[in-house]
């Protein structure tokens, strides 16, 4: 009788004959290698499920499966998932490059942390131009590196989880009992694994990573990123005001948000849709204060301490202004993770 392996990679893949080759030999490359390799073709019209097939000739912890008909692609997702026998979950894109040592730390630091239902890894973002060429991400992607490799503790990563995706989905070494309970991906208007982290986040689950780079994470303009409008800037605004709406704290003592500016006004316009009391802005510019945002007072910066007994909102997109509104959250007395949460 077969073993049941400790991991399974899942690697859905759609049209992807010219990056999966890569791909799939570096999961195959792996130092650690009780594996196996889910293949799972999402709708392809190109050679990408024949070259799937080719792998499971060539070894054997290699399995390839094709989606159900019409299935979308968090259904092919979830579906990998049902397929798969391990019971460590590894996600692992057709575009992108694992690290030979990337299984052995990720399995050794899940041993080491029995408390983490979710490993991460630091990323090293490349651009994949037309011709295939490779070049340097574009600054917005260099800048969003930075960050995510920055946030490392479980801490870092339950706290600043609402400026943006704190862990690299084809990064992640999810438990299967956790991902069961979480009940897989979603169908939602804005990225289905962002979702996953904080619906997981929510319910208590610990994410952490390995401080190490593990993965090689491709940009380019074929990426679903850029392709989906479940990626855009405002559906992951929506994401992070639907899930701070579902906060305790949020949804007991309402919000006040520091930042009128863009963030800050459809940031508390999607909060009051999801039922939460917004008390007030404050703002930096002068001439915003003493206007009213949607029926909503704008207040001066120097009488934040009057939100205690809110929650506050730091609703801004430069990491300068955060920083300086931190800075003086935590001298009004303001607990970040507690009342007092980061959005961008």
Known sequence: MKRKPLISILLPARNAEKTLPLAIESCLAQTLPDFELVLVDHRSTDKTFSLMKKYVKRDQRVRVARAPAGSTFVQALNFCTREAEGDLLVRMDADDFSYADRLQRQARYMQDHPEVGVCGALVRIRLRQADMSVADPLPGYADYEKWLNALVSQEQVATERYIDSPIANPTAMIRREVMEKAGGYKEVEWAEDYDLWLRMLQSGVKIGKVERVLLDWYDGDTRVTRTS??????????????????????????????????????????????????????????????????????????????????VLIAAVGVDGARGIIRDRAKAAGFVEGEDFFCVA
């Open 229 to 310: 409008q479940r990626y855009s800037q405002d559906n992951f605004l929506k994401a992070k005001a639907f899930y701070l709406s579902r906060e305790p704290v949020v949804e007991k003592n309402g919000v006040s948000v520091a930042g009128a500016g863009r963030i800050g006004k459809k940031l508390a316009r999607w909060l009051k849709e999801f039922g939460v009391k917004v008390h007030c802005f404050f703002e930096v510019n002068e001439r915003q204060v003493g206007n009213k945002i949607g029926g909503i007072m704008v207040k001066g910066e120097a009488s934040m301490a009057e939100a205690r007994g809110t």
